[in-house]
């Protein structure tokens, strides 16, 4: 008779493992200040209890950063608390009409920016802005060409893929300079090396 396994105990801040806990690595990025623009994540229900999942992470990191789960049953997304008019509103998704992020674009703004950033699979991501009804008027902006997906925790179905993590930080360096995409990727970096050591040659989980 084959034993169960025992469910791993967890950090109940930052998700990982108890010995792999990033909080002190939280509270050390915390402790810089750097300055963020409000990011809105727009997550999918099914995501929301997978350890596996990144947007918690930058929940984590940016003060500002809001996650809104989306897709349940009789529950709708409060349009009132993600699209604020003293901000421009700009939707991080590859759409036709998508826009490249770039720092003229964000230039061309007269109000600070606020990201909103689908979270799910791309298939879920996909259907966001047609489901959500109050984006309907809101730009799309997608990022410029850059270096291939750290993310190795999961299977990536495109070969220009990115975490949402990683999505957020790339955008966030356009939007406010370098610095903050650095440091937030040295978190990124630590939590995937972490978890892979841990796994001990496991796969990758499907999305």
Same mark, same amino acid.
């Given at each position: 008779m084959?034993r169960r396994?025992?469910p791993e105990?967890r950090?109940?801040?930052?998700?990982?493992?108890?010995?792999? /806990? @990033?909080?002190?690595?939280i509270?050390?990025? =915390?402790?810089?200040?750097l300055?963020s623009? +409000?990011?809105?994540? &727009?997550?999918?229900?099914?995501?929301?209890?997978?350890?596996t999942?990144?947007?918690?992470l930058a929940?984590?990191?940016?003060?500002r950063?809001?996650?809104?789960v989306?897709?349940?049953?009789?529950r709708t997304l409060?349009?009132?608390a993600?699209?604020?008019?003293?901000?421009?509103?700009?939707?991080?998704?590859?759409?036709?009409?998508?826009?490249p992020l770039t720092?003229?674009l964000?230039?061309?703004?007269?109000?600070p920016? /606020? @990201?909103?950033?689908?979270?799910?699979?791309? =298939?879920?991501?996909?259907?966001?802005?047609? +489901?959500?009804?109050? &984006?309907?008027h809101?730009?799309?902006?997608t990022l410029?060409?850059?270096?291939?997906?750290?993310?190795?925790?999961r299977r990536?179905?495109?070969?220009?893929?990115?975490?949402?993590?990683?999505?957020?930080?790339?955008?966030?360096?356009?939007i406010?300079?370098?610095?903050?995409?650095?440091?937030?990727?040295?978190?990124?970096?630590l939590?995937?090396d972490?978890?892979?050591?841990?796994?001990e040659?496991?796969?990758?989980?499907?999305?």
């Amino acid at each position: 008779m084959s034993r169960r396994r025992k469910p791993e105990a967890r950090c109940p801040t930052c998700r990982m493992r108890q010995e792999l /806990c @990033l909080c002190s690595e939280i509270a050390a990025f =915390r402790a810089l200040k750097l300055s963020s623009p +409000r990011v809105t994540v &727009l997550m999918h229900h099914r995501e929301a209890q997978l350890t596996t999942n990144t947007a918690h992470l930058a929940a984590l990191l940016l003060p500002r950063c809001e996650i809104h789960v989306r897709g349940e049953v009789g529950r709708t997304l409060d349009a009132s608390a993600i699209l604020n008019p003293n901000e421009s509103p700009l939707l991080l998704y590859p759409s036709e009409q998508a826009r490249p992020l770039t720092a003229a674009l964000v230039s061309e703004l007269d109000k600070p920016v /606020c @990201l909103i950033v689908p979270d799910g699979s791309w =298939r879920q991501a996909s259907k966001v802005a047609k +489901r959500e009804s109050f &984006l309907a008027h809101v730009p799309h902006v997608t990022l410029n060409a850059d270096a291939p997906t750290r993310y190795l925790l999961r299977r990536e179905p495109k070969a220009d893929g990115l975490a949402t993590f990683e999505a957020i930080a790339r955008a966030l360096g356009v939007i406010e300079g370098p610095r903050l995409r650095l440091e937030m990727e040295k978190v990124f970096t630590l939590m995937v090396d972490r978890t892979l050591r841990s796994r001990e040659g496991r796969q990758p989980i499907d999305d």
